[in-house]
């Protein structure tokens, strides 16, 4: 599942492979964008925030948001599988200095203005993973509305950028809350988003997520996607309600 980490990796990708070259081709397959052709310009900057990305080209900016299943695909290689769900294909040069950048399953892919392109994401609280990122502000909108449901606030990207279900039901582990516990039993707002922001940073740049320091299969998380298993701390069967990106996963005795 995309989070803030695998939006910062992928920008990080598209920015290697597209930054300062021309575009050569430029295939957007969404009937609104169909006749938009940015081909000739220079791709000029990569960024993310949150978990939007935007690739600014001339004087547009290509904004894109992975949801629960997109990608981006950067490689030499044209994919082969997929040819249906590739929403836009950027490539530039030729030859051996080829490279194609297709978008795969984009849950929002438009064209905007450039020099207002921030617009869309003006609501987003401080990014995880950005140079501005700020503890603070993000601990005092944390911390704003105490009754409500932990995992509501960290999933919330107004709160903070960056945080999706798996790191919303790690966090609630490593802190010893359920997901369901009201935001005012967090002692320490500040250390929590700490928390969070040393996680995001730590995978930025793998596409394996890990939060127990153990990289090895099967042992990288702590309660997602685990349940029925027993507890690394513990041994107490994992639990788990809900479905979708609203899934919940905790231990009935760490978390209280
Ligand atoms: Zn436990």
């Keep these: 599942m995309p989070e ?5 990796h992928t920008a990080a990708n598209l920015r290697e492979a597209l930054v300062g070259r021309a575009l050569t081709r430029c295939d957007i397959r969404v009937p609104r964008y ?7 310009l220079v791709v000029d900057e990569v960024i993310s925030r949150g978990k939007h990305l935007f690739i600014r080209v001339g004087p547009a900016s290509i904004h894109s948001h992975l949801k629960m299943d ?3 695909r950067v490689g030499r290689a044209r994919p082969s599988r997929a040819g249906h769900r590739i929403r836009i294909i950027l490539e530039a040069g030729s030859g051996s200095d080829w490279v194609q950048a297709a978008g795969v399953d984009l849950g929002v892919l438009e064209v905007l203005d450039r020099v207002h392109d921030e617009d869309v994401v003006a609501h987003l609280g401080p990014d995880l993973l950005g140079d501005d990122w700020d503890p603070r502000t993000a601990a005092a909108n944390l911390g704003a509305d105490p009754d409500r449901p932990l995992a509501d606030a960290l999933l919330d990207q107004r709160v903070m950028a960056g945080v999706g279900n798996v790191y919303c039901n790690e966090l609630c582990f490593v802190t010893g809350h359920r997901p369901t516990a009201p935001v005012k039993a967090v002692s320490d707002p500040l250390r929590m988003v700490q928390r969070a922001r040393d996680m995001l940073w730590l995978n930025r740049s793998r596409w394996d997520r890990c939060t127990t ?3 090895r299969p099967g042992q990288r998380l702590w309660v997602y996607g685990r349940a029925g298993q ?3 701390r513990c041994g107490t069967a994992i639990e788990s309600d809900g479905s979708g990106d609203r899934i919940r996963f905790w231990c009935p005795v760490c978390q209280t």
């Design 4 to 8: 803030g980490d695998t939006v910062w």
């Design 34 to 40: 169909s006749t938009t052709d940015l081909t000739g």
């Design 70 to 72: 997109g990608s981006w």
């Design 213 to 215: 320091g153990d990289t």
């Design 230 to 232: 027993p507890c690394r």
